[in-house]
């Protein structure tokens, strides 16, 4: 508010008198000094040079007849008081304040000296741990509007960013402008007090403009009106070194006693070529206390480089519902930039076990090896199996504890309660079950499963899988478009063993990230060193538009490209992947279950997320997008079944955020008219980093979903301060330049006495017109004729 009363009691416009003395009729100055002047004296002393007098008579005499004839002109050319009635305009100085994204970011200003003392002194705290546009609001409240008050100046405050606004507190500055259009906001400024008594113009600023107009044109045409543009800096001015982390890649959720994959980028600007730092993996306790997990050592460059750290299980620890992480770059020496050297970001943990049903048509080697790798090898796993060619009298495998199945599950019901995974291999959907019905009911009730958030596999089979699916519900579900005609891979192949190649190598999708290395990773699957390679594949058509393509044929190909193997997609909150081979088994050739396992790990992780975000399978929540810019408002969308999974009609639904420093706060979804089930919230945040919303049921989890605030790309970019723009503008239109820690130094740009005077009337009031212009003109020729009478002269 300190800016609000400066302005507030800032010298306004008000109304002033003046008196002046002018002569109307007064000639040209020539006219005056050549003859009026001349003349006088002359005739002065044609009138006395006739006299027998002394000098010292001859002058007394002649100087009281030339004061009286000066008189008698003075008197002719109409001497008058001028009274004017003016109104007064104090000089405007208007300030610019930088309120884009980069004005949030925080500098290191390293080492000592009397320049991070002045910003201590400023902000009264340490620079380091202030944002500019704290450091900017400080300088203007402590330095530069008084002064302004002081010397008699108008300020008038404007913030910039995408656009111009005025601004009466520099508490309504928020940092949220995604571009830094310094030309733009200048020239509007001018265009908007054109005529008004402008004297200057401040920018405060890092300088880094990125967008609008080219401002070094508009500071020259400010210049060549008259205006100054002065510039004022801030953030570190030293040349940018600067080594920063972004998040690249992290689950939103976990099984417990899972081994936590991140993915981060890393990347260095203005540091020297093979510059080596170190990543640091650290898990962080509720009192913030710090755990090293995992370090890597990698070369910093321009481009960044993507790094993979591995998070272990917790052992020998109480349960835990949310691991909070940090991965950071210890400060390198003169780095301008600490900010951006680490991020914070929280998985949610489940307790949950991932339930599983596997269908298969018979007894194949695909099947029974996937059978046993998930009924022995993974803790988190619930699985129930059916075999469709078994006896009546066989008892289809379940894990321990788990009843034996008599029947294929067919009800909506029964597969949205009791499983987040359906794996289909090479079955018949219609040799589900002997009654037609309940095979329609199947196809239907996994519809709406996979719909509702749940999991969907499909392994192809050299009889069904997935020609069976064309022309029934679960031909939607599938990532890919299957070909009517039946092209048999045998015609493709010939049996020949091949490998798969990645779609993307250098950054594979989790699925297919067996090894943290990237260059290791694609070793695996493309060379004979690595996996053992498939010898059949199902040819479909093409990946439809939206899904992703993980693992394509090294050679065989159709009109859209090399034909796909196994790729994954989404329908609309449940997770979807396809697979044309089946001979995963064979991994286990010369790796034993190890990658065998990590594949379908991975696999069923991935395709269960959208259920494992739900804790009671009945509560969706997602961000519309998963990353945003700080100045976008965020929208978070949830869906909500009764207890008979249909969609809820309760008018709202409580939720909670968590900000990137573990700040907590209450948000509440809205029902969406005319749209049951459907809630929505929106909301504005003030920082960048990994924010989560979750729901909760009697203290427990239900549901959540995790979004990333970032800075807008054009400021993130570089956000270094550019002390050389801000000179150049300063100088182009004849303003000064300086760093915020020498503010005060602005105060020889500010004189003061720049008012300007406009008038309203003027009243005149004859000079002459009294009685003591007769009384000073008689009295001088009655002295002339006193003293001419004492000298005896006519």
Same mark, same amino acid.
């Given at each position: 508010m300190i800016l609000a009363t400066l302005l507030q009691q800032a010298p306004a416009a008000g109304e002033g008198v003046r008196e002046t003395l002018k002569l109307l009729d007064?000639?040209?100055? #020539?006219?005056?000094? *050549?003859?009026?002047?001349?003349?006088a004296v002359l005739l002065t002393w044609l009138c006395y040079s006739a006299e027998k007098l002394s000098l010292r008579s001859r002058a007394v005499l002649s100087g009281l007849r030339l004061f009286a004839l000066l008189l008698l002109c003075l008197v002719l050319f109409r001497p008058v008081f001028v009274k004017k009635h003016e109104e007064i305009k104090p000089a405007e100085v208007l300030l610019l304040v930088d309120d884009s994204a980069s004005m949030l970011r925080q500098d290191s200003y390293a080492g000592g000296g009397s320049r991070r003392g002045e910003l201590e002194r400023l902000a009264g705290k340490p620079p380091e741990g202030a944002k500019r546009l704290e450091l900017a /609001?400080?300088?203007i409240e402590k330095e530069l509007a008084p002064l302004l008050k002081q010397k008699g100046y108008e300020l008038r405050s404007f913030r910039f960013g995408d656009t111009l606004e005025p601004v009466t507190d520099l508490k309504d500055l928020s940092g949220r402008g995604r571009t830094t259009q310094i030309g733009s906001a200048l020239s509007q400024v001018l265009a908007s007090h054109r005529g008004r008594n402008v004297s200057d113009i401040v920018i405060v600023?890092?300088? /880094?403009?990125?967008?609008? @107009?080219?401002? *070094?044109?508009?500071? $020259?045409?400010?210049?060549?009106?008259?205006? $100054?543009?002065?510039?004022?800096?801030?953030?570190? @001015? /030293?040349?940018?070194k600067n080594a920063l982390v972004q998040i690249a890649e992290v689950p939103p959720s976990a099984l417990e006693g899972d081994e936590i994959e991140l993915s981060v980028r890393v990347a260095g600007r203005g540091l020297p070529a093979g510059t080596q730092a170190s990543v640091v993996l650290e898990e962080l306790d509720p009192n913030g206390d710090a755990r090293p997990l995992a370090e890597e050592q990698v070369e910093l460059d321009e481009n960044g480089r993507r790094v993979v750290l591995l998070a272990p299980p917790l052992e020998g620890v109480a349960r835990t519902n949310e691991r909070r992480f940090r991965v950071r770059i210890p400060p390198l020496p003169e780095e301008t930039l600490r900010d951006d050297n680490a991020v914070e970001f929280s998985v949610h943990v489940t307790p949950e076990k991932i339930r599983v049903l596997l269908v298969e048509g018979y007894p $194949?080697?695909?099947? /029974?090896?996937?059978?046993?790798?998930l009924l022995r090898s993974d803790q988190n796993l619930e699985v129930q199996c059916f075999l469709l060619s078994a006896t009546p009298d066989f008892v289809q495998e379940s894990t321990k504890g788990l009843p034996p199945l008599a029947t294929v599950p067919t009800g909506r019901k029964d597969l949205l309660d009791h499983y987040d995974v359906v794996i289909l291999g090479d079955v018949n959907p219609y040799k589900i079950s002997p009654d037609p019905l309940r095979c329609e009911e199947f196809l239907n009730s996994l519809h709406e499963f996979v719909e509702r958030g749940g999991g969907l596999i499909c392994q192809a089979g050299e009889i069904d899988n997935p020609r069976a699916f064309l022309g029934t519900p679960l031909e939607e579900l599938l990532p890919v478009v299957v070909d009517p @005609?039946?092209?048999?891979?045998?015609? *493709?192949s010939g049996g020949e063993e091949f490998h798969g190649v990645l779609e993307d190598p250098s950054n594979p999708h989790e699925v297919v990230r067996l090894v943290p290395d990237a260059a290791e990773n694609r070793a695996l699957w493309e060379t004979d060193n690595g996996l053992r390679g498939f010898t059949w594949f199902y040819p479909v058509l093409r990946a439809k538009p939206g899904a992703q393509v993980l693992l394509r044929h090294p050679s065989a190909h159709n009109a859209q490209g090399n034909y796909p193997l196994?790729?994954?997609?989404y329908f609309p909150a449940g997770r979807t992947l396809f697979m044309g081979v089946d001979s995963t088994f064979m991994w286990r050739f010369r790796f034993g279950d190890r990658f065998h396992e990590r594949f379908w790990r991975n696999a069923l992780r991935w395709v269960a997320l959208g259920r494992l975000k739900s804790g009671d399978r009945r509560v969706q929540l997602d961000a519309l997008r998963s990353r945003y810019n700080l100045d976008e408002r965020v929208v978070i969308e949830g869906r909500v079944l009764d207890e008979d999974y249909r969609p809820s009609e309760a008018p709202t639904v409580d939720a909670h955020l968590s900000a990137p420093d573990g700040a907590d706060s209450e948000l509440k979804l809205t029902l969406v008219p005319d749209h049951p089930g459907l809630y929505r919230a929106s909301l504005d945040v003030d920082r960048p980093g990994l924010y989560r919303v979750w729901t909760e049921s009697k203290g427990v989890r239900t549901a959540s979903a995790d979004f990333e605030v970032v800075l807008p790309s054009r400021e993130n970019s570089d956000p270094a301060p550019d002390p050389d723009l801000m000179a150049r503008l300063a100088q182009a239109s004849g303003g000064g330049a300086y760093e915020l820690a020498n503010l005060a130094r602005i105060e020889e740009r500010f004189p003061g006495q720049k008012e300007r005077r406009e008038l309203l009337s003027a009243d005149l009031d004859d000079a002459w017109d009294? #009685?003591? @212009?007769l009384a000073l003109a008689l009295a001088l020729l009655c002295t002339e004729w006193i003293l001419r009478k004492r000298w005896e002269l006519v």
């Open positions: 007064l000639p040209p100055a #020539w006219v005056v000094v *050549l003859l009026v002047v001349p003349g /609001r400080a300088g600023s890092d300088g /880094r403009s990125n967008a609008g @107009t080219p401002p *070094l044109e508009v500071a $020259r045409a400010a210049g060549a009106a008259g205006i $100054r543009v002065h510039t004022v800096v801030v953030g570190d @001015t /030293r040349p940018e $194949r080697w695909e099947y /029974r090896y996937l059978k046993n790798l @005609t039946g092209v048999s891979s045998a015609d *493709l196994i790729v994954c997609g009294h #009685w003591g @212009t």
